[in-house]
């Protein structure tokens, strides 16, 4: 069992700063050991007796899964006492009324938890993992935890891309940190302060040098790292397979690409505007197409799925990850191999895949995106489809220390214009790849 002694000097360097930061934001990319890092610096609080009582919000699995079972892998942190406030409103309250170190509740019960404590609040220090979950100043969870801050004298922040869609992201992850301090007491000044609005008044582009501003600002609170800075990963290898559609169906989405509309079997194929048509030529070059607004739909083709065919043959000794983007290709794929498994909310199913007894592992972008430590049960990870930037953190998830990582990519080259339809409004921040990628790609990620 390893001990603290074998952390890294950069996570002593973190564990200091949530020691003496009260409230404060990791930014620190997949891989670099932010769970064992925030544990390790809980004890040093707990011990130092500065809090007593810590609430971590996670993602449904992540909480469920991944921060007690962290804690039990360390022979410095296996002592703490966990909660897991998941489930039914019996189950959650049952789990607050044990006696813990450590309550784990999932980020959507942020709201019941908080009307339940109300003013009450018994939890001195709050962690957020996957804290761009709560980028929207606007939803609920935002609300509801920004009530919390006067009871709470400890917040940490925890993600690896804290500006998925840009600058405006970080504003609210930064209140909850200082007031608006920082940046501002609202959002509205923020954007006056550091955006120009576009033409229509809904985008907003910032002014020059706001990042540089921005982050100066922030700077004191965050601490930012980068894998490719503190750990020496093996290349990543791509090797490019080209998949070429059937002649007529590439006719076809030529035409739906000029025309934002195509015939199929009866169904008129109808995309409204731009943003539209990027969905649905997503959808036709991964071999399905929604017909309707209840969902029905056709197979159009099958060439992915037998380029992913042609990729299992040549790794038939290894266990595999595939995700996928829409129902349509959970359908198909399930239909194709019907021993795969999807993974859902049930802890059991990364525990039987980290333990190597899951073959094939399905999983969508938004449940294995965040959190979850998947690099033990398999090497290869297959993207049916790169819709932007969502399927990165799929192959991370196998792409992590120490284990060696290959990469293979399987694309048609149909959809080089597609970047012109799907890229993104807002300019992209801290070094995060943009989102507009080739959406007919299919890539196997390897360690």
Avoid at 67 to 81: D, G, I, M, S
Avoid at 389 to 399: E, F, K, L, T, W
Wanted: aromatic share 8%.
């Amino acid at each position: 069992m390893p001990s603290r002694e074998q952390l890294h000097k950069y996570q002593d360097r973190m564990i200091n700063f949530i020691y003496t930061t009260p409230k404060c934001a990791l930014w620190a990319g997949l891989g670099l050991g932010k769970t064992i890092t925030t544990l390790t610096a809980i004890v040093d609080l707990i011990d130092s007796m500065a809090v007593s009582k810590v609430l971590i919000v996670a993602p449904l699995r992540v909480a469920n899964s991944v921060w007690h079972k962290e804690a039990a892998n360390w022979q410095h942190t296996k002592h703490l006492k966990f909660s897991i406030v998941t489930g039914s409103e019996k189950e959650r309250l049952s789990a607050l009324h044990k006696t813990a170190d450590v309550y784990v509740i999932n980020r959507e019960n942020v709201h019941w938890i908080v009307e339940h404590y109300a003013k009450k609040w018994p939890f001195d220090m709050i962690v957020l993992d996957e804290a761009s979950s709560f980028k929207s100043s606007s939803s609920q969870r935002f609300k509801s935890l920004r009530k919390t801050i006067p009871f709470t004298n400890r917040l940490v922040e925890l993600t690896g891309t804290p500006s998925p869609n840009g600058l405006l992201d970080i504003w609210s992850q930064m209140y909850l940190l200082d007031c608006g301090e920082r940046l501002g007491r609202s959002m509205t000044a923020y954007k006056q302060r550091f955006f120009e609005a576009g033409y229509n008044g809904y985008s907003f582009k910032p002014v020059k040098s706001a990042d540089k501003v921005i982050h100066r600002l922030i700077d004191d609170i965050v601490i930012s790292l980068n894998v490719d800075d503190y750990l020496e990963m093996p290349d990543r290898i791509d090797t490019v397979i080209r998949v070429s559609l059937p002649p007529m169906r590439f006719v076809e989405y030529k035409r739906l690409e000029r025309e934002f509309l195509i015939q199929i079997n009866d169904n008129n194929i109808v995309a409204y505007n731009a943003a539209t048509l990027a969905g649905k030529l997503l959808q036709y070059c991964n071999g399905a197409i929604y017909t309707d607004e209840l969902k029905n739909w056709t197979e159009i083709h099958s060439a992915k799925l037998d380029a992913i065919d042609d990729i299992i043959s040549e790794n038939s000794d290894e266990n595999l990850l595939i995700a996928y983007n829409y129902k349509t290709d959970l359908i198909r794929l399930q239909a194709r191999y019907p021993d795969a498994v999807v993974l859902d909310s049930d802890p059991k199913t990364i525990e039987q895949w980290n333990s190597g007894n899951i073959k094939m592992l399905l999983a969508h972008p938004a449940s294995a995106g965040h959190g979850l430590n998947l690099q033990h049960g398999g090497s290869k990870s297959i993207l049916l489809s790169q819709n932007g930037s969502r399927n990165c953190p799929v192959a991370c998830r196998v792409y992590r220390k120490p284990a060696h990582k290959i990469s293979y990519r399987v694309g048609d080259g149909t959809l080089h214009s597609i970047q012109s339809l799907i890229k993104s409004h807002y300019f992209k921040a801290l070094a995060q790849a943009a989102i507009a990628d080739d959406c007919s790609d299919v890539s196997l990620a390897s360690r």
